[in-house]
């Protein structure tokens, strides 16, 4: 679980995002790499996406705890978190003490990462409309294999690890 916590760095007094490398895309697309990002999760620790991806297969979600389908979506991806997949949480518009609170009460044991400038959302293009939830299944090379726009049903999301886990 230590290198599952993954992703932000703090430079300056602000959350930076920068590309893993400079051939990585500006935007996320199914078959390219997936734009790499630093943050911190809702504990302050840093997480890189390129440590996650050491550990294999990696569901980006971006969600809020005041999206009803987000919501929704958590016990599904609490049950595939860590068998295979590494599940990353973006905090998408929502104050961190209430998403802190929501993943408490759900268990939740992958990381609630900040992106208070949506820097991150930005590069997954997600954006107000058409909102959250959306999750990015990235395989183990670090290939966005797909983007999945609202909410997951349980196909969905088997459909999505099976995509990345083979």
């Known amino acids: 679980m230590a290198a599952a916590a993954v992703v ?10 920068r590309p893993a ?15 790499g990002f630093s943050t911190f999760d809702l504990d302050g620790s840093s997480v890189r996406l390129a440590a996650a991806l050491e550990d294999g297969p990696v569901l980006v979600n971006f969600w809020a705890s005041w ?11 609490a049950r ?3 068998r295979g997949v590494t599940v990353l949480g973006v ?6 003490e209430n ?8 268990r939740a044991a992958w990381p609630g990462l900040l992106d208070p400038q949506g820097r991150i959302a930005a590069a997954y293009s997600v954006a107000q409309r058409p909102g959250i939830p959306v999750t990015y299944a990235i395989d183990a090379d670090g290939v ?5 726009l609202g909410p997951l049903t349980q196909a969905d999301l088997d459909r999505l690890v099976t995509l990345i886990t083979r």
């Open 8 to 17: 932000v760095a703090l430079v300056g007094g602000y959350f930076a995002f």
């Open 21 to 35: 490398d400079s051939a990585t895309p500006a935007r996320a697309a199914v078959g390219s790499k997936a734009p």
């Open 67 to 77: 999206c009803v389908p987000c919501r929704d979506e958590f016990p599904m991806l």
């Open 80 to 82: 595939v978190h860590g």
């Open 91 to 96: 905090i998408f518009r929502d104050e961190p």
């Open 99 to 106: 998403a802190r609170e929501f993943m408490k009460s759900q």
């Open 144 to 148: 966005v294999r797909e983007r999945h």
